[in-house]
């Protein structure tokens, strides 16, 4: 593949027209701009037969049912139906060497560079409705074939009842087979859940992929009940209750692998659904030298991890990975001449030689209650899965404060923030300046896909943000437009993106005058902490991941960049 850019953006023209969502657009211009050598040179354009000029206006039903029929069969192998699903563009006819594709939005560049890499056509993109786009792959795509051929010799009767559902066979094999193969897919695209969405016409089947929800397919609404029912009685929940949420667990074998999958069901205004979590049991043997921490990070880090007592606070939204920093904190930890106890909520992951509780308040046993318990149990190294209220943080802060080397995580947007949330869960700051000594803050940024990797020209805020934190201009950047090893997703695995604040002299002192955490930051940056933003762009210029994903996950308003 040539490294620059296919398609040169500026040269666009398209407009949506009234009347009908197809349209000719002119190519000569908007492709040619092309580095010439592996795609041959442009060609006349066929009128498009399918609808013609000057047609009347269409009700948006027949529009919809227009685009359905007006794809060609052939073209349908160019481009994968994850990729179209991804970009929400479908191919609808070629002519030569051109593809015609219908886009939601036609306008983007990624989706442009990522169809003309896959087909290996020049693409001409024409734009058509969001939603008849979507219908439109729906009913063109065959790509899960497997499963749409078992779920399509399913017959339900809408009366139907559960039990009966659950145990009928004919219904059962198919049904099983379905939901063994949907949660193969889900392996084997790395995906960490499944969901399964009850629609107005469908049943959304999505994966999370590298922390981003895929719309993978869409199953009939006949066969809901039935494929709820299922998950239910592999969880052992109450297949006959429908109101309330209930959550449950299952181990199956998923390539030759034994995945242990969580599962949360709860009622939605379109019936039930469910979130089927695969828990990674890699997760729990993870090192320190694999989350991602660049070498002067490492090291600051790891020589933390050998202060004998103190509080070490892991902070960042839902879904940043603090549990995985956490996890590899203690595995990093001698187990052998310390005794190490954790609480967690839940418990995931079992660790050798490690004494792990679980929170249960139906049986009395919150974060605040087991760390009391734990404190009579001789520990050395503490790790409380995470402090969020009051009582937690006060025992949390006097066990540090009495020898024990404290590890928890924290809700705030970045390392300075931890200090001042740490005060507002009345903590005196005299005790939180003499209790922590150090605070890592993080993201998790997707990393770009080696290969299916292109030099792209970036949309200007993404340039612009690069050149603030860098301080050197660049306009292009890696960017994956999508290939079969990365699920056609553009990104393959993640890293983490980090700040590591460490509890100076100077630090304290702002602490106990009790400083903004604006005046912490600006003292931490002095003193050498690098932001997640400049973690991240560090990483960008490293060319593993993208000032899109970067923007994305260390961006945060309140933050002074
Ligand atoms: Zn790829």
């Known amino acids: 593949m040539p490294a620059g850019s296919l398609i040169n953006p500026g040269s666009l023209r398209l407009k949506k027209m009234d009347d009908m969502s197809i349209e000719k657009v002119d190519t000569t211009d908007t492709l040619d701009s092309r580095p010439s050598g592996d795609y041959p040179s442009a060609e006349p354009l066929e009128e498009s037969n399918q609808v013609q000029p000057g047609e009347k206006p269409a009700p948006d039903k027949t529009r919809s049912q227009q685009l359905r029929q007006v794809v060609q069969p052939e073209v349908l192998q160019l481009i994968p139906e994850v990729m179209a699903r991804r970009y929400n563009a479908i191919p609808i006819s070629i002519s030569g060497h051109t593809l015609k594709v219908a886009m939601a939005d036609p306008t983007d560049i990624f989706a442009l560079e990522a169809f003309s890499a896959q087909s290996k056509k020049r693409i001409k993109p024409v734009a058509a409705d969001a939603n008849d786009v979507r219908g439109a792959i729906d009913s063109n795509y065959k790509g899960y074939g497997e499963i749409e051929k078992k779920v399509s010799s399913i017959s339900i009767s809408a009366d139907a009842p559960d039990e009966r559902l659950a145990i009928d066979a004919a219904i059962d094999a198919p049904l099983a087979q379905a939901l ?71 181990s199956t074998k ?169 005060i507002d869960l009345d903590v005196e700051p ?93 003292q931490a940056i002095k003193e050498g902490m690098a932001s997640m933003m400049n973690d991240g762009m560090r990483k960008v210029k490293a060319g593993i991941t993208t000032p899109a994903e970067v923007l994305r996950s260390a961006y945060s308003p309140d933050l002074k960049l």
Do not use: W
């Open 430 to 522: 005299f005790l939180i300046a003499s209790s922590v000594i150090g605070v890592v803050a993080q993201r998790m940024v997707r990393l770009t896909c080696p290969d299916c990797s292109h030099l792209i020209e970036a949309p200007m805020i993404e340039q612009a943000a690069y050149q603030r934190e860098m301080a050197e201009k660049t306009t292009k950047f890696h960017y994956g437009t999508g290939c079969a090893s990365c699920s056609y997703t553009g990104y393959l695995g993640r890293t983490g993106i980090f700040e590591i604040l460490l509890i100076s002299d100077s630090i304290r002192a702002l602490l106990i005058k009790q400083a903004s955490s604006n005046e912490i930051r600006a």
């Open 254 to 422: 998923a390539k030759g692998r034994e995945i242990d999958i969580r599962v949360a069901t709860s009622p939605t205004v379109q019936g039930e659904m469910a979130v089927l979590r695969l828990l990674d049991k890699s997760r729990a043997t993870i090192g320190l030298a694999e989350l991602g921490l660049l070498p002067d990070s490492l090291e600051k880090y790891e020589n933390l991890l050998k202060v004998p007592y103190g509080m070490i606070l892991i902070s960042g939204p839902t879904g940043a990975g603090k549990t995985t920093t956490l996890y590899a904190s203690i595995n990093s930890l001698d187990t052998m001449g310390r005794n190490i106890i954790t609480i967690e909520d839940p418990a995931e992951y079992r660790f050798r030689d490690i004494n792990q509780i679980q929170v249960n308040p139906q049986a009395g046993i919150t974060f605040a209650k087991g760390l009391r318990a734990i404190l009579r149990l001789d520990p050395d190294i503490i790790m409380v899965g995470e402090i969020r209220d009051a009582e937690t943080t006060s025992i949390a802060v006097q066990s540090a404060l009495t020898g024990h080397l404290m590890l928890s995580s924290i809700h705030a947007s970045d390392a300075a923030g931890v200090l001042t949330r740490l």
């Open 180 to 250: 063994d193969l949907i949660i193969e897919e889900a392996v084997r695209s790395r995906s960490s859940d499944i969901h399964i969405e009850p629609e107005e016409d469908r049943v959304r089947v999505r994966y999370r992929i590298d922390g981003t929800l895929h719309d993978m397919m869409s199953l009939p609404l006949n066969i809901h009940r039935a494929i709820i029912s299922r998950i239910k009685i592999l969880a052992d929940m109450n297949i006959a209750d429908h109101r309330r949420a209930q959550d449950g667990q299952f």
